[in-house]
């Protein structure tokens, strides 16, 4: 388990190889919640070509984070609903990760993203966001229809439990923490 301070890294891989990399700060890690902070402008490695689906080799390129996100996930469960927040700290929208659980790494944390994912925003309205990223994973054989299928009935479901608001749109982060940088061996699977 990791402490509230330490910085990890938080991967999307693909067949053993990294896609993204980003550091993030940890808020707390138990065995039942997982919440993890990442500042705007926080140093990120990102895919050289433009493309959001991992096809073909592609080198990775540093960019920054565009925004301020807590990522609350519990362990298990094939997604984490990220917390959005302008730089006043005033909480924006909820954003629903549709991924397969978390697996621990030694800096971190490793996940494959489904490409599909739900945003929702303060007065419950919601929209489903990069079908047509999904729909590009699906020609080029990253995942099945039934994988697709799996995630769209993940989404439903976080939509009927309604989880929302979470308890977590009040957070501020300590104000203490620098801004996180890619830990030492992010980079080794």
């Given at each position: 388990m990791w402490s509230s301070g330490d910085v990890v890294v938080l991967?999307?891989?693909?067949?053993g190889r990294i896609w993204k990399a980003r550091p993030w700060v940890v808020v707390e890690d138990e065995p039942e919640r997982l919440v993890l902070w990442i500042p705007r402008g926080s140093r990120t490695r990102v895919p050289e070509a433009a493309s959001a689906v991992p096809v073909g080799d592609c080198g990775l390129a540093e960019g920054m984070f565009g925004t301020r996100a807590l990522r609350v996930t519990t362990p298990g469960e094939s997604h984490s609903i990220l917390h959005f927040f302008d730089d006043s700290g005033r909480f924006e929208r909820w954003y629903v990760n549709l991924e397969p659980p978390l697996v621990r790494s030694a800096v971190g944390f490793d996940l494959i993203d489904l490409f599909l994912d739900l945003l929702v925003e303060?007065?419950?309205?919601?929209r489903w966001l990069d079908e047509d990223e999904l729909e590009q994973?699906?020609?080029?054989?990253?995942?099945?229809?039934?994988?697709?299928?799996?995630?769209?009935?993940?989404?439903?479901?976080?939509?009927?439990?309604?989880?929302?608001?979470?308890?977590?749109?009040s957070w501020q982060p300590d104000p203490h923490w620098p801004t996180p940088e890619l830990p030492e061996g992010w980079d080794r699977i």
């Open positions: 991967r999307e891989t693909w067949h303060r007065d419950g309205s919601h994973a699906l020609t080029a054989g990253l995942l099945t229809a039934s994988d697709a299928a799996a995630a769209r009935a993940e989404g439903e479901a976080v939509l009927a439990r309604n989880p929302f608001p979470t308890g977590w749109e």
